[in-house]
């Protein structure tokens, strides 16, 4: 399986970034709801005791972004982190990979 280098330094199998990054674009997408929930997204990602609302962690769950249990995936944060650069409204979504 082709594995692709993140900004990171990790590597992540391609078909998991792309599947990834589909619902990262499609949750941002939404509007301003979705962007919030990209926005919890990250902060979880880089602190794990980041609290997020119940209905945004069912939007996350639904997105297969989080677990059904509430765990984060590293290939999600993985490629989470590397594909995102600032915070909040400020935040920019481009290409995980390296």
């Known amino acids: 399986m082709e594995m692709l280098a993140l900004k990171n330094g990790s590597s992540v199998p391609k078909p998991a970034v792309i ?17 919030c929930a990209v ?3 990250v902060d979880r990602c880089k602190n794990p005791n980041h609290k997020i609302a119940d209905d945004v962690m069912l939007q996350l769950k ?4 989080i677990e059904p249990e509430g765990r984060i995936h590293e290939a ?5 982190l590397s594909a995102t650069e600032g915070e909040g409204v400020e935040m920019t979504i ?3 990979v390296k």
């Not at 639904?62 to 972004?65: D, G, H, I, K, V």
Request: glycine residues 12%; hydrophobic residues 50%; charged residues 20%.
């Open 76 to 80: 999600v944060k993985d490629v989470v």
């Open 39 to 41: 926005i919890d997204l």
């Open 94 to 96: 481009g290409s995980p």
């Open 19 to 35: 599947a990834i990054m589909m619902s990262v674009n499609s949750l941002w997408e939404e509007g301003l709801g979705g962007m």
């Open 62 to 65: 639904a997105s297969r972004l």
